[in-house]
Protein backbone atom coordinates (compact mmCIF):
# COMPACT_ATOMS: atom_id res chain seq x y z
CA UNK A 1 0.00 0.00 0.00
CA UNK A 2 0.95 3.49 -0.94
CA UNK A 3 1.87 5.82 2.20
CA UNK A 4 -0.01 9.44 2.12
CA UNK A 5 3.20 11.23 1.12
CA UNK A 6 3.45 9.81 -2.67
CA UNK A 7 0.01 10.09 -2.89
CA UNK A 8 -1.01 11.69 -6.76
CA UNK A 9 -3.47 14.11 -7.19
CA UNK A 10 -6.99 12.48 -8.51
CA UNK A 11 -9.20 13.34 -11.34
CA UNK A 12 -12.64 12.15 -11.40
CA UNK A 13 -14.62 11.59 -14.70
CA UNK A 14 -18.03 11.74 -14.80
CA UNK A 15 -20.59 9.44 -16.59
CA UNK A 16 -23.30 10.56 -19.03
CA UNK A 17 -25.92 13.30 -18.10
CA UNK A 18 -24.31 14.18 -15.49
CA UNK A 19 -21.39 16.47 -14.23
CA UNK A 20 -18.47 16.82 -11.83
CA UNK A 21 -21.09 18.05 -8.88
CA UNK A 22 -21.59 14.16 -8.82
CA UNK A 23 -18.50 13.51 -6.89
CA UNK A 24 -19.22 16.14 -4.15
CA UNK A 25 -19.34 12.94 -1.65
CA UNK A 26 -16.19 11.16 -2.97
CA UNK A 27 -14.35 14.41 -3.63
CA UNK A 28 -15.12 15.18 0.41
CA UNK A 29 -13.89 11.47 1.32
CA UNK A 30 -10.59 11.61 -0.65
CA UNK A 31 -9.36 15.21 0.55
CA UNK A 32 -10.08 13.83 4.40
CA UNK A 33 -8.32 11.48 3.89
CA UNK A 34 -5.46 13.32 2.35
CA UNK A 35 -5.68 12.79 -1.40
CA UNK A 36 -5.79 16.14 -3.76
CA UNK A 37 -8.94 15.91 -5.99
CA UNK A 38 -9.82 17.13 -9.14
CA UNK A 39 -13.07 17.02 -11.47
CA UNK A 40 -14.06 18.49 -14.83
CA UNK A 41 -17.38 18.63 -16.42
CA UNK A 42 -17.03 17.35 -20.10
CA UNK A 43 -18.89 18.66 -23.03
CA UNK A 44 -22.13 16.63 -22.98
CA UNK A 45 -24.01 18.07 -25.78
CA UNK A 46 -26.86 15.76 -24.82
CA UNK A 47 -24.87 12.93 -25.65
CA UNK A 48 -23.93 14.42 -29.37
CA UNK A 49 -20.53 14.12 -28.54
CA UNK A 50 -18.41 10.81 -29.41
CA UNK A 51 -16.27 9.57 -26.28
CA UNK A 52 -12.89 10.30 -28.42
CA UNK A 53 -14.13 13.53 -28.51
CA UNK A 54 -14.61 13.78 -24.52
CA UNK A 55 -11.46 11.91 -23.85
CA UNK A 56 -9.54 14.64 -25.71
CA UNK A 57 -11.25 17.04 -23.25
CA UNK A 58 -10.01 15.21 -20.46
CA UNK A 59 -6.51 15.23 -21.88
CA UNK A 60 -6.74 19.00 -22.55
CA UNK A 61 -7.82 19.17 -18.65
CA UNK A 62 -4.97 17.08 -17.61
CA UNK A 63 -2.33 18.94 -19.75
CA UNK A 64 -3.45 22.55 -18.54
CA UNK A 65 -3.97 21.48 -14.92
CA UNK A 66 -0.74 18.88 -13.94
CA UNK A 67 2.65 19.64 -14.69
CA UNK A 68 4.03 17.47 -17.66
CA UNK A 69 6.09 15.50 -14.92
CA UNK A 70 3.55 15.19 -12.54
CA UNK A 71 1.78 11.68 -12.12
CA UNK A 72 -1.78 11.34 -11.61
CA UNK A 73 -4.25 8.86 -10.67
CA UNK A 74 -7.34 8.96 -12.90
CA UNK A 75 -10.95 7.51 -11.46
CA UNK A 76 -14.30 7.50 -13.95
CA UNK A 77 -17.34 6.58 -13.06
CA UNK A 78 -19.94 4.76 -15.62
CA UNK A 79 -19.21 6.15 -19.32
CA UNK A 80 -16.43 7.87 -17.92
CA UNK A 81 -14.23 5.33 -17.36
CA UNK A 82 -14.59 4.63 -20.89
CA UNK A 83 -13.44 7.72 -21.85
CA UNK A 84 -10.79 7.48 -19.07
CA UNK A 85 -9.87 3.99 -21.14
CA UNK A 86 -9.51 5.85 -24.35
CA UNK A 87 -7.37 8.59 -23.12
CA UNK A 88 -5.00 5.95 -21.44
CA UNK A 89 -4.93 3.74 -24.96
CA UNK A 90 -5.15 6.22 -27.48
CA UNK A 91 -4.03 9.52 -26.63
CA UNK A 92 -0.64 8.59 -24.56
CA UNK A 93 -2.33 8.75 -20.87
CA UNK A 94 -0.55 5.41 -20.24
CA UNK A 95 2.30 7.43 -19.84
CA UNK A 96 1.82 9.14 -16.82
CA UNK A 97 -1.52 7.65 -14.91
CA UNK A 98 -0.06 4.98 -12.52
CA UNK A 99 -3.43 4.10 -10.70
CA UNK A 100 -6.47 3.70 -12.58
CA UNK A 101 -10.19 3.10 -11.01
CA UNK A 102 -13.35 2.39 -12.90
CA UNK A 103 -16.71 2.88 -11.11
CA UNK A 104 -19.64 0.78 -13.09
CA UNK A 105 -18.09 1.13 -16.11
CA UNK A 106 -19.90 -0.77 -19.07
CA UNK A 107 -16.65 -2.53 -20.47
CA UNK A 108 -18.49 -4.81 -22.69
CA UNK A 109 -21.58 -2.04 -23.32
CA UNK A 110 -24.61 -2.08 -21.62
CA UNK A 111 -28.33 -2.50 -23.40
CA UNK A 112 -29.56 0.64 -21.94
CA UNK A 113 -27.60 2.45 -24.33
CA UNK A 114 -30.58 1.30 -27.06
CA UNK A 115 -32.72 3.52 -25.44
CA UNK A 116 -30.93 6.57 -27.22
CA UNK A 117 -29.57 7.38 -30.93
CA UNK A 118 -27.05 9.87 -29.75
CA UNK A 119 -23.29 8.85 -31.07
CA UNK A 120 -22.24 8.58 -27.15
CA UNK A 121 -24.52 5.73 -26.87
CA UNK A 122 -24.37 4.43 -30.08
CA UNK A 123 -20.23 3.31 -28.98
CA UNK A 124 -21.62 2.02 -25.31
CA UNK A 125 -23.99 -0.67 -27.25
CA UNK A 126 -22.56 -4.15 -26.86
CA UNK A 127 -20.40 -5.37 -29.85
CA UNK A 128 -19.80 -1.61 -31.15
CA UNK A 129 -16.75 -0.95 -33.01
CA UNK A 130 -15.76 1.30 -30.03
CA UNK A 131 -15.87 -1.15 -26.89
CA UNK A 132 -14.61 -3.63 -29.28
CA UNK A 133 -11.52 -1.58 -30.67
CA UNK A 134 -11.04 -0.84 -26.78
CA UNK A 135 -11.10 -4.68 -25.42
CA UNK A 136 -8.85 -5.69 -27.96
CA UNK A 137 -5.75 -4.26 -26.60
CA UNK A 138 -7.27 -4.04 -22.88
CA UNK A 139 -3.98 -6.06 -22.06
CA UNK A 140 -1.95 -2.32 -22.15
CA UNK A 141 -3.93 -1.72 -18.90
CA UNK A 142 -2.13 -4.22 -17.09
CA UNK A 143 0.85 -0.85 -17.14
CA UNK A 144 -1.27 0.97 -14.76
CA UNK A 145 -2.44 -0.43 -11.18
CA UNK A 146 -6.05 -0.64 -12.42
CA UNK A 147 -8.81 -1.82 -10.43
CA UNK A 148 -12.99 -2.24 -11.72
CA UNK A 149 -15.50 -1.45 -8.82
CA UNK A 150 -18.75 -2.90 -9.84
CA UNK A 151 -22.03 -3.75 -8.03
CA UNK A 152 -24.71 -6.89 -9.21
CA UNK A 153 -27.49 -4.32 -8.26
CA UNK A 154 -26.51 -2.02 -10.87
CA UNK A 155 -30.01 -1.40 -13.41
CA UNK A 156 -27.87 0.85 -15.61
CA UNK A 157 -25.52 -1.54 -16.26
CA UNK A 158 -27.31 -4.21 -17.94
CA UNK A 159 -26.24 -7.16 -17.45
CA UNK A 160 -24.36 -5.80 -14.64
CA UNK A 161 -21.35 -7.77 -14.96
CA UNK A 162 -20.39 -6.14 -18.59
CA UNK A 163 -18.70 -3.78 -15.87
CA UNK A 164 -15.95 -6.85 -15.45
CA UNK A 165 -12.51 -6.90 -16.49
CA UNK A 166 -10.29 -9.91 -17.77
CA UNK A 167 -7.25 -7.56 -16.30
CA UNK A 168 -6.26 -5.56 -13.51
CA UNK A 169 -7.90 -5.92 -9.81
CA UNK A 170 -12.04 -6.49 -9.63
CA UNK A 171 -13.67 -5.65 -6.66
CA UNK A 172 -17.36 -6.61 -6.31
CA UNK A 173 -19.47 -4.04 -3.34
CA UNK A 174 -23.02 -4.91 -2.53
CA UNK A 175 -24.96 -1.43 -3.87
CA UNK A 176 -28.03 -1.03 -4.43
CA UNK A 177 -28.90 0.78 -7.98
CA UNK A 178 -25.99 2.17 -9.95
CA UNK A 179 -26.62 5.75 -8.69
CA UNK A 180 -25.17 4.56 -5.55
CA UNK A 181 -22.04 3.93 -6.76
CA UNK A 182 -20.51 7.52 -5.91
CA UNK A 183 -22.13 7.59 -2.17
CA UNK A 184 -22.09 4.64 -0.94
CA UNK A 185 -19.66 4.31 2.72
CA UNK A 186 -18.85 0.72 0.45
CA UNK A 187 -17.72 1.97 -2.95
CA UNK A 188 -16.27 5.23 -1.49
CA UNK A 189 -13.93 2.94 0.67
CA UNK A 190 -13.55 0.59 -2.26
CA UNK A 191 -11.97 3.83 -4.88
CA UNK A 192 -9.69 4.52 -1.24
CA UNK A 193 -8.46 1.32 -1.39
CA UNK A 194 -7.90 1.18 -4.98
CA UNK A 195 -5.94 4.37 -4.78
CA UNK A 196 -3.67 3.26 -2.26
CA UNK A 197 -2.52 0.28 -4.14
CA UNK A 198 1.59 0.35 -5.28
CA UNK A 199 2.08 1.51 -7.98
CA UNK A 200 3.61 -0.96 -10.62
CA UNK A 201 6.61 -0.61 -12.53
CA UNK A 202 6.09 1.82 -15.73
CA UNK A 203 6.86 1.49 -19.40
CA UNK A 204 6.69 -2.05 -19.53
CA UNK A 205 7.02 -3.35 -22.94
CA UNK A 206 3.62 -2.77 -24.04
CA UNK A 207 2.82 -1.24 -27.89
CA UNK A 208 0.78 1.92 -27.42
CA UNK A 209 -1.07 2.27 -30.85
CA UNK A 210 -1.12 5.49 -32.88
CA UNK A 211 -3.59 7.73 -31.59
CA UNK A 212 -6.69 7.29 -34.30
CA UNK A 213 -10.30 8.05 -34.11
CA UNK A 214 -12.38 5.28 -33.82
CA UNK A 215 -15.38 4.76 -35.84
CA UNK A 216 -19.18 5.10 -34.62
CA UNK A 217 -21.01 1.65 -34.92
CA UNK A 218 -23.33 2.93 -37.86
CA UNK A 219 -24.91 -0.63 -38.18
CA UNK A 220 -26.27 -0.38 -34.40
CA UNK A 221 -28.30 2.79 -35.23
Known sequence: MSSANDRNPV???????????????????????GWSVY?????????????????????????????????????????????????LQRLGGIERVQRFVTISTPHN???????????????????????????EDAAMLERVTFTS??????????????????????VKVQVFAHAGMVISVKSLQAVAEALKEPVKPHHQLVRIPEP????LDGNNI
Open 39 to 87: ALNMTLSDANLGLDHLAEEVAAYIDKTFGPKQPIDLVGLSMGGLVSRYY
Open 109 to 135: GTSMAYLLPQPTCIQMRPGSAFIDALN
Open 212 to 215: QKLP
Open 149 to 170: IWTPWDFIILPAHSSRMPVGKE
Open 11 to 33: LLVHGIFRQAGVFNRMSAYLSKL
